[in-house]
């Protein structure tokens, strides 16, 4: 649990293309089971145990997303074997109280928690499907692409010396990450804060994101930076996830969607 923790702080504040919502699992089940042996009613009992570990795992998407419903949804489909109408309850309750508590500690700059809040100024049109279906098609391309690339990176690396230096090889994907993502204005700083950056609407009068995204007078530049962010995030995850460090690769694969789509947004 404590290696695990300042692993995540570590690798997430570094910049590396990693995300928080796996180790915040890993996390909260690696509580829950030290809660559990303070009790005899969930130490004695592997079928209790397994109730509290599945609300922690909910507990911990929630806190990554701050998303209790999807926490509980999560837990219900990846984590646990076998989830009767209690636990589901239980695991609900356990996800808006990590929610509500997180939220109220406000620990991200600016001060909102949910990170894909939206608003709408106009009527959906029925046109707009058309853009949808590109993001995604280009989308399940793209991630058919980094499960084959990657499963291929991870073969080499476990057959170059490499393997036998992890933290030589953390250090220098952490030092290419910083020489890359510096140069680029969209990629300074957390993945959170330019995933917030990209959902922020720029006719709300609060958008402290990258003022930059609005300028539509220069939108072949603004649409050739999103698109270069796209691919050299997409590069980095590819080297990123396989090292050992704590990560997920959840908060990576939203990023890149995320710039991609509000690239697909500008043009349209």
């Known amino acids: 649990l404590l290696a695990k923790s300042m692993g995540l702080m570590l690798a997430v504040g570094s910049g590396l293309m990693v995300g928080k919502e796996g180790p915040c699992v890993h996390l909260a089940c690696c509580t829950a089971n030290l809660v559990a042996r303070f009790f005899p009613k969930f130490r004695d009992n592997e079928m209790r145990k397994r109730e509290l570990i599945s609300s922690a795992a909910a507990a911990g998407v929630a806190v990554a997303f701050g998303a209790p419903v999807g926490g509980v949804l999560f837990s219900l489909e990846e984590v646990s074997s076998y989830f009767p109408a209690q636990t589901m309850w239980r695991s609900i309750f356990c996800a ?24 709408f100024h106009h009527q959906w049109q029925l046109l707009e499907l058309i853009p949808f279906a590109f993001i995604g098609v280009v989308g399940g391309i793209i991630g058919a692409a980094f499960v084959r690339v ?12 490499i393997k036998h230096w992890p933290m030589t090889e953390v250090a220098l994907v952490a030092l290419l990450t910083s020489l890359i993502d510096y140069p680029a204005v969209y990629l300074r700083g957390s993945n959170i804060s330019l995933l917030h950056s990209l959902f ?21 530049s603004v649409i050739l930076s999103l698109v270069l962010c796209a691919v050299i995030k997409f590069a ?18 939203l990023t890149i969607g995320a710039l991609l789509g509000r690239a697909a947004a500008v043009v349209a």
């Open 96 to 119: 808006i109280i990590a929610a509500f508590t997180i939220n109220r500690l406000d620990p991200l700059p600016f001060h909102r928690y949910v990170l894909f809040e939206v608003h």
């Open 200 to 220: 922020g609407d720029c006719k709300d009068h609060g958008f402290s994101g990258i003022h930059s995204m609005c300028q539509l007078e220069h939108a072949d």
């Open 150 to 161: 990657n499963t291929h990176l991870v073969a080499k690396r476990k057959k170059s010396a």
């Open 236 to 253: 980095l995850t590819l080297f990123t996830f396989g090292l050992k460090v704590p990560g997920g690769i959840f908060v990576p694969s």
